[in-house]
């Protein structure tokens, strides 16, 4: 709605120049018969409304406004002061009625129009609506993006359309309207016209980046890769030193065999600061799955996440902790789970996979540590307690480990493999202890459970 623009200069007149509004009505006027007591009693009880609506004492306002009307039913704008309050209260059929008087007394005036059109829309109401609009464009050409919205509310989409073209016409393009215009072919499926649309905009801006860049996107969500990828040439040509175009430039070079460049270009996205992290994260997933399966490339990777490596983005840390991990390189991976986890210290997963390098790296004092402090937030959980024992049997403080390892049984549920882990290292930590009976104790436990599942 567009009278927000207008409502206070409207206000204003109202209030401080009402002679100006009541053409009939000479309230400064010296009476001269009981009419002047009428107008009086009138105008004090139209500012009464005035001020109870201030206040939000709407139903007040009301009892004041239709007194004003038993009084002088002549004044339109007693008719649209009641319809607004009608309106606040959600009384919408006497909003309407009310309105409408006004709108009769004066068919001309906007305002009046306006908050009719407020009551069609807040009933969903798009026919009734979509003719009062039509009469409030005549005075503001605002008011046909509101048409163009009730065209699409009301699945008339050809008129939503054809108003959305004259207006990109006459004022340029804007997000809200695209956004609009996409909603409406997504709703119709009419890629085609979608497409068609944006080839002319690049026709007729052609210096114009974000045009180019919706082009493709659309080119490649309807499987046209060559447009797309020519598209996105053609946009390289125009402006060599575009970044966004390399987030669609560099699956073209993967996919046109052409690695070196594929590589330049994800070097390009990932050090852009016009680039969103969530998608240097998409394209630094696709960089590491390369990389995987041409390792003559993971210096490049190195360079790319060395210098642009987002330090608050716990998904990037985890994707490259993933793929050191999966080449087996289980220092670096570490290093990476690490920075995750300081990033997001209640990632459990990260802190599983922490401790268990640290254990198949024999770093037993930092497991021992680290698991001791995850039990004072996971206090249930055994796999905390299994690798705590884990390492206190490595470094001979075998004691310490059957204490823990016990504790840690009662919190084992449904998992029979780690309740093997933990006999098993029971087991150990009773031998070490020069403890025969225990130890076979547990011991024929584990190989009986590992027998039955």
């Avoid at 807040?122 to 009734?128: A, G, I, M, P, R």
């Avoid at 330049?264 to 799955?289: G, H, R, Y």
């Avoid at 402090?373 to 004691?399: C, D, H, I």
Wanted: charged share 30%; proline share 3%.
């Amino acid at each position: 709605m567009k009278k927000q623009i207008y409502i206070l200069i409207f206000f204003f007149g109202m209030i401080f120049t009402p002679q100006a509004i009541y053409a009939q009505v000479d309230f400064n006027k010296t009476p001269d018969d009981d009419l002047g007591d009428v107008e009086d009693r009138t105008q004090e009880l139209f500012f009464e409304a005035i001020k109870q609506k201030g206040i939000e004492n709407y139903d007040r306002a009301v009892t004041a406004l239709l007194q004003c009307v038993e009084l002088d039913k002549s004044q339109s704008v007693f008719y649209y002061e009641l319809g607004k309050n009608y309106n606040l209260l959600k009384n919408f059929g006497a909003a309407e009625d009310a309105l409408k008087k006004a709108v009769k007394a004066e068919p001309e005036n906007e305002w009046y129009l306006d908050e009719l059109y407020e009551v069609y829309a807040q009933q969903n109401d798009y026919d009734k609506a979509i003719k009062t609009v039509k009469q409030l464009v005549k005075y503001h050409p605002d008011y046909k993006e509101d048409l163009a919205m009730l065209y699409f509310k009301s699945k008339d989409y050809n008129e939503a359309l054809e108003i959305l073209d004259e207006l990109d016409k006459e004022q340029g393009i804007t997000p809200s309207r695209d956004l609009m215009r996409n909603q409406i072919y997504a709703a119709t499926g009419r890629k085609k016209d979608q497409i068609e649309n944006l080839e002319e905009r690049v026709v007729d801006h052609p210096d114009e980046e974000s045009n180019y860049l919706a082009l493709i996107f659309r080119y490649s969500e309807n499987n046209d890769k060559v447009k797309a990828y020519e598209t996105a040439k053609k946009l390289l040509e125009l402006k060599p030193n575009s970044q966004l175009v390399h987030l669609a430039l560099y699956k073209f070079y993967l996919e046109d065999n052409n690695p070196e460049q594929a590589i330049a270009s994800m070097k390009i996205v990932m050090q852009s600061p016009q680039i969103k992290p969530e998608a240097k994260m998409m394209v630094l997933t696709d960089f590491v799955k390369f990389v995987a399966e041409n390792p003559q490339y993971e210096q490049d990777l190195v360079e790319a996440t060395s210098f642009t490596l987002d330090d608050t983005n716990e998904k990037s840390q985890i994707e490259l902790a993933q793929y050191y991990l999966a080449k087996g390189d289980k220092p670096k991976a570490l290093e990476y789970f690490n920075e995750a986890l300081k990033i997001d210290s209640d990632n459990f997963t990260v802190l599983k996979n922490v401790l268990l390098l640290e254990i198949d790296l024999e770093h037993y004092n930092e497991a021992i540590t680290k698991s001791e402090t995850a039990l004072l937030k996971y206090p249930s959980q055994p796999l905390l307690y299994l690798v705590n024992g884990v390492a206190l049997n490595k470094l001979n403080k075998s004691k310490q480990a059957v204490d823990v390892l016990e504790t840690g049984l009662d919190y084992i549920i449904d998992d029979p493999k780690m309740e093997v882990d933990f006999y098993k290292q029971l087991s150990l930590a009773y031998t070490l202890l020069n403890n025969t009976t225990k130890a076979n104790t547990f011991s024929d436990k584990a190989k009986q459970l590992e027998l039955t599942n």
